[in-house]
Nanobody, 115 residues
Framework: QVQLVESGGGLVQAAGSLRLTCAAS????????MIWYRQAPGQERELVAE???????NYADSVKGRFTISRDNAQNTVYLQMNSLKPDDTGIYYC?????????WGQGTQVTVSA
């Protein structure tokens, strides 16, 4: 079992920044990758950024150059630094941990970007 708790969401003006945090606990050694997703109202959940156990990263085209995913292995924590935020970045951001055979999810944190 893996437990995930997100934090750091909030209301920010366009062009502002936020840093999301995902704290993991439980069977940390079983995690192959950590992924941030987001879901805007009325839209499908989409991948925002991921980081593998080997440190490789991947980003959605819409956030490349603005968002950075990183991790602190000592703290079992993954971060999502979000800069130059746009109203289109508004949504609930979820942290997910990929293990074999399943993925685990956090409860989500709301990010609202005002124009």
């Amino acid at each position: 079992q893996v437990q995930l708790v997100e934090s750091g969401g909030g209301l920010v003006q366009a062009a502002g920044s936020l840093r999301l945090t995902c704290a993991a606990s439980g069977r940390i050694s079983s995690i192959n990758a950590m992924i941030w997703y987001r879901q805007a109202p009325g839209q499908e959940r989409e991948l925002v950024a991921e980081i593998t156990s080997g440190g490789s990263t991947n980003y959605a085209d819409s956030v490349k150059g603005r968002f950075t995913i990183s991790r602190d292995n000592a703290q079992n924590t993954v971060y999502l630094q979000m800069n130059s935020l746009k109203p289109d970045d508004t949504g609930i951001y979820y942290c997910s941990a990929l293990t074999i055979p399943r993925a685990y999810w956090g409860q989500g944190t709301q990010v609202t970007v005002s124009a």
